[in-house]
């Protein structure tokens, strides 16, 4: 598959850089984790955002992009976090993914910020 939404960059810069290159320096894990990632958005915002990337202005491609690159590196954290200082550290890192995810998904799920895309949410 094809990484849409966000690219492998991005989620490396999230993880930082105690994060396990095993997963980081291969770029079909990294595209795997992204598009897990990105079908996970989807479904917890119940939109598409793939076909409506299209018609979206910089602005809300930047915070999709941030959101599954949150959750992406939040999966290469979890994978492993022998790199980091101590578990304290890489649950912090997870924290801060988990709550810019979860603030993207409460934004883009907004009926009017869908709407504005020509976009409908799914049941």
Same mark, same amino acid.
């Given at each position: 598959?094809?990484?849409?939404?966000?690219?492998?960059?991005?989620?490396?810069?999230?993880?930082?850089?105690?994060?396990?290159?095993?997963?980081?320096?291969?770029?079909?894990?990294?595209?795997?984790?992204?598009?897990?990632?990105?079908?996970?958005?989807?479904?917890?915002?119940?939109?598409?955002?793939?076909?409506?990337?299209?018609?979206?202005? *910089?602005?809300?491609?930047?915070?999709?992009?941030?959101?599954?690159?949150?959750? *992406?590196?939040?999966?290469?954290?979890?994978?492993?976090? *022998?790199?980091?200082?101590?578990?304290?550290?890489?649950?912090?890192?997870?924290?801060?993914?988990?709550?810019?995810?979860?603030?993207?998904?409460?934004?883009?799920?907004?009926?009017?910020?869908?709407?504005?895309?020509?976009?409908?949410?799914?049941?």
């Amino acid at each position: 598959m094809v990484e849409t939404l966000c690219t492998s960059g991005a989620v490396k810069h999230r993880a930082g850089t105690n994060a396990s290159t095993t997963v980081t320096n291969s770029g079909a894990w990294m595209t795997e984790l992204i598009n897990q990632s990105e079908g996970d958005f989807i479904a917890d915002t119940r939109v598409n955002w793939i076909d409506l990337y299209g018609s979206m202005n *910089a602005d809300f491609k930047q915070q999709i992009e941030g959101a599954v690159a949150a959750k *992406a590196a939040v999966k290469v954290i979890s994978y492993d976090m *022998a790199g980091f200082t101590d578990r304290a550290e890489a649950v912090s890192m997870i924290n801060v993914l988990w709550a810019e995810y979860m603030n993207a998904v409460r934004t883009l799920s907004e009926d009017k910020v869908v709407n504005m895309f020509g976009g409908t949410k799914g049941q």
